[in-house]
């Protein structure tokens, strides 16, 4: 039992030894390829808060910038026409409450005579007739006045959404038609909106992760459109944190739109040399020597800092220690 332990540590020793020497062997990486774009911060829904009716706004209660919340009341349209309706209707509901007053007075004046076979019951029927043709006028009368008062109160724009004004193209005392937009809001959210050449659109896939400029932070690609305008493919980046104090505004964007093979060295053993850089590698004799290389782009591969070599390595050099 204990010569099966000792040769299961000898396996992975040797194991180690031959991960570390396969990690000093030079040879070429797949690296990934970032092209840098200009994104826009955009709401994820842009939502006009329009007129319901016509007249003149009286009041705008918010200006770009203010936060809402859905059917809080943005302004207020006011319509004289819808009064002077009102008025009517009021009226003529009132005429038609005094006849089917007498009419009910009629009526019962009818029922007492035809107890005492003073009139005819035909006379009867057509009074209780005149008193339901009455009845169902002022019914008729008022549902027309519930549909003024409720047109007046459509004179109250609400948000149709909660997020934020973007733009109010009217002002306090204009003359707004119906369908007419009164505010525009941003809501759902804000987001990136990128346009990428469509040479790139094999690459792009939803949930690929997405670098803001030259910081630390990563978003997702959340949707990509299927519609390519004017040789662009439209997508949309999610990034929490996303600062929206200004809506339309560009930020720096790089994305991943393909792979490559470099020749990739841990960044450490780069070392400079009176404005040259070197790395050390096995020389003929298995002795160190120092090689001058062009050194390119860093990646992190796998957590780890490595530096690409333009020119001066060769796939299948070794590295050695650098023993100044």
């Known amino acids: 039992m204990k010569a099966g332990l000792v040769w299961a540590t000898l396996a992975l020793a040797l194991t180690a030894i031959q991960a570390v020497a396969a990690d000093r062997d030079v040879t070429p990486r797949d690296v990934v390829e970032w092209k840098a774009v200009f994104g826009r911060v955009e709401a994820r829904d842009t939502i006009p808060a329009r007129s319901r009716i016509g007249g003149t706004l009286v009041s705008v209660d918010v200006s770009e910038g203010s936060d809402v919340t859905p059917g809080q009341v943005i302004a207020t349209i006011y319509d004289a026409k819808l009064d002077l309706q009102l008025q009517s209707i009021t009226a003529q509901i009132g005429a038609l409450m005094s006849q089917l ?36 006028q002022i019914e008729s009368t008022r549902a027309q006045k519930r549909v003024i008062q409720q047109q007046e109160a459509e004179g109250a724009v609400l948000a149709p959404v909660a997020g934020r004004v973007i733009s109010v193209p009217v002002t306090s005392g204009a003359v707004v038609l119906p369908g007419e937009p009164v505010a525009t809001i941003g809501g759902g959210g804000f987001f990136l909106r990128l346009a990428v050449p469509e040479r790139h659109a094999a690459y792009l896939r939803e949930g690929l992760e997405i670098r803001i400029g030259d910081q630390a932070v990563t978003g997702h690609l959340a949707k990509v459109y299927p519609q390519i305008e004017n040789g662009r493919v439209v997508a949309d980046v999610e990034v929490a944190d996303l600062n929206s104090d200004f809506v339309n505004a560009r930020v720096l964007v790089r994305l991943p739109v393909g792979t490559r093979q470099a020749l990739l060295v841990p960044s450490e053993v780069v070392i400079t040399r009176m404005g040259l850089d070197f790395v050390t590698i096995q020389g003929p004799d298995n002795a160190p020597v120092r090689r001058a290389v062009v050194p390119g782009d860093r990646h992190d591969i796998d957590g780890q800092a490595m530096t690409e070599i333009l020119s001066g390595l060769a796939e299948g050099d070794k590295l050695a220690d650098d023993h100044e």
């Open 101 to 136: 007053e007498n009419a009910q007075t009629e009526l019962t004046r009818g029922e007492d005579l035809l107890a005492r076979g003073v009139t005819t019951a035909q006379r009867l029927d057509a009074l209780r007739t005149q008193v339901s043709v009455l009845e169902n």
